[in-house]
């Protein structure tokens, strides 16, 4: 008999975020190439305005799927549905989600083998709901109540996030600790070059991973910038354009020029890596708890980092990079900085790094989980 693992794939076809999709891709992608013998991987997906080219799409993006199974909701109609715990002729069998939208309802894992995962991999509407919309707020705390009740597992991508889930509801044992990953092959560009023309993003730069939203203390990293001495020029990756003018600002106050500065929104993976390549140094300011793609991004491409310490960068980074508090960061990109011996010293300890983050890794530990269950 065939054990089916029925992803929900939801970001595929009414993608919300471009890291979330990343990994619901990739993982998809791994669960296929990995899955035990006798096991095979569908999907779950809301509908979509033109089913037959989604169907395409997401042949594209997960080939091998065994089998798909089509919501009649389209994905914000679904995310409300099942938050209310309506999910007709979905539920049902092993459910795994990359993310936290998931048929949350009582089942019965014991006889009928029904289980649900779902992942949550950052704490954003617990640890900075003032910046995201109200909506999306109460969105993920219904569904992390439902996950209280009904998952029998819930994914998070390190033992930062685990603990601070374990503080939000009565989980006991169901939290488990697997770690994403850079995009499969996420690696330096033959035409990097022509790519960071293309962006007009210059070489030799200083990378900050950030918004200006407060959360992201972009403010810090400008800071350390200054007092490293550093004129090297800025590149602020993943705000969005109509974040340019508080971005300078947050610049201004630390005293660089905004001449200095380019803030840029690379989505393609590809061009991030460009944009990395280039760079002699990532600074990753903020300390939330949610998994710090950009940083797993640069140790991939033994980019040096120098990162807030946090429960998280701690975990993350080990020694693949430097961490110093807040107001030292200025003093650990000074050391990175000192000697083009450093920069090179700190690229190797990233790369060694880097290393230690796989997709397929992650997908045989959400095989064992399902197995475990």
Same mark, same amino acid.
Do not use: N
């Given at each position: ?31 296929? %190439? ?18 037959? @080219? ?57 006889? @009928? ?41 819930? %994914? ?14 009565? =989980? ?13 092959? =996420? ?35 400008? %800071? ?9 020029? %800025? ?55 949610? =998994? ?64 230690? =983050? ?16």
């Amino acid at each position: 008999m065939t054990a089916v693992l029925r992803v929900v794939l939801d970001q595929l076809v009414g993608p919300t975020d471009a890291d979330l999709a990343m990994a619901s891709r990739e993982l998809s992608r791994a669960l296929v %190439v990995t899955a035990p013998k006798d096991c095979e991987v569908a999907a779950i997906v809301p509908a979509a305005a033109s089913p037959a @080219d989604a169907d395409d799409a997401l042949e594209r993006a997960v080939p091998g799927l065994a089998e798909v199974t089509r919501s009649a909701l389209a994905r914000r109609e679904l995310a409300a549905s099942w938050q209310l715990g309506i999910t007709p002729g979905i539920g049902g069998g092993m459910i795994h989600s990359p993310t936290l939208l998931a048929p949350l309802v009582r089942h019965d894992r014991v006889h @009928d083998h029904d289980q649900t995962v779902v992942t949550l991999w950052d704490l954003d509407a617990w640890e900075r709901p003032e910046e995201l919309a109200r909506g999306a707020v109460g969105w993920h705390k219904a569904m992390l109540k439902r996950a209280v009740k009904h998952a029998d597992a819930v %994914v998070v991508p390190t033992h930062a996030a685990a603990a601070r889930v374990g503080e939000l509801g009565a =989980f006991g044992d169901r939290i488990r600790v697997i770690a994403g990953a850079a995009p499969a092959g =996420f690696r330096v560009p033959t035409d990097e070059v022509g790519r960071r023309r293309g962006l007009a993003v210059p070489d030799g730069s200083l990378v900050i991973a950030g918004t200006a939203a407060p959360s992201a203390r972009l403010s810090d990293a400008f %800071v350390a910038i200054a007092r490293a001495g550093s004129d090297l020029p %800025v590149v602020v990756i993943d705000a969005p354009e109509d974040d340019e003018p508080a971005v300078l600002e947050h610049a201004a106050a630390a005293g660089i020029a905004a001449g200095r500065v380019h803030v840029r929104r690379v989505r393609d993976d590809a061009d991030r890596a460009a944009v990395l390549a280039g760079a002699v140094a990532l600074i990753a300011p903020s300390q939330l708890t949610a =998994f710090p793609w950009r940083v797993v991004e640069a140790l991939a491409v033994g980019v040096p980092v120098v990162a807030a310490d946090s429960d998280t960068h701690r975990q993350v980074i080990l020694d693949g990079g430097l961490l110093a508090a807040s107001d030292e960061l200025g003093a650990g990109l000074a050391a990175i900085l000192d000697s083009v011996a450093a920069v090179e010293r700190y690229a190797v300890l990233a790369g060694d790094r880097g290393r230690a =983050f796989s997709w397929r890794s992650a997908a045989e530990r959400v095989w064992q989980l399902h197995a475990d269950l």
